[in-house]
């Protein structure tokens, strides 16, 4: 799974990355943090068709998809991730699969461990693109009565060394990946499953301290190989 996440770069950077053409005022001024949260606000990057054109977004979303036929917002922190395999078969995700697709910027995830037998601590690791440039995680958002942005980000099986830390990592979708799967005029599910399953992009991981563990605390710190 995805459970906590760093987002720390700056909207115009991630606008000149991502070849964003608008970004939203919240998301403009949203702060930085290397501690995210189920249910916090996050960025992400969506596509519309404007007067024939598409437009690509930089807008603010609540972490924790809630359906648009949800009877209560509060379904949303169930719905953090989506998995792959099952996402064009749950309700509440196979709408949004075919017409709310977004990415989730993030310059890196975290994931624990499981301890060694005998112990119980898990240990906290801080994982990355190997160029240090920020993850496009593949996300679905939805529109909840009109009024409420929110988003989950998707999962599979997880692939190379990183089984060894975990056994679900999110979707991280390369360039051409990135302008495929946000193409609001592709409403195929079959084809936006396939893109899930697409190779990616190396990635590096080290351990990191257990500060982490607490959503209070955010800082750069957190990101930093523990000693």
Known sequence: MCGRYASFTQAQDLADIFSIDVVSPVAATMLPSWNVAP???VR????EVTRGQGVRLLDAARWGLVPSWASDPA???RLINAR???VAEKASFRG?????RCVVPAEGYYEWQAPPAGRRAKTPYYIHGDD???????????????ELLTCSIVTRASRGELAGLHDREPVTLRPAEVDHWLDPTMRDTAEAAAILRAPRAPLRYHRVSTMVNTVRNNDPSLIEPAA
């Open 39 to 41: 249910t916090d606000p």
């Open 44 to 47: 992400i990057i969506r596509e």
């Open 75 to 77: 379904v949303g922190s």
């Open 84 to 86: 792959s395999e099952t």
């Open 96 to 100: 949004p699969l075919a017409y709310a």
């Open 132 to 146: 240090g440039a920020p993850l496009a995680l593949a996300g679905l958002y939805s529109l909840w009565h009109g």
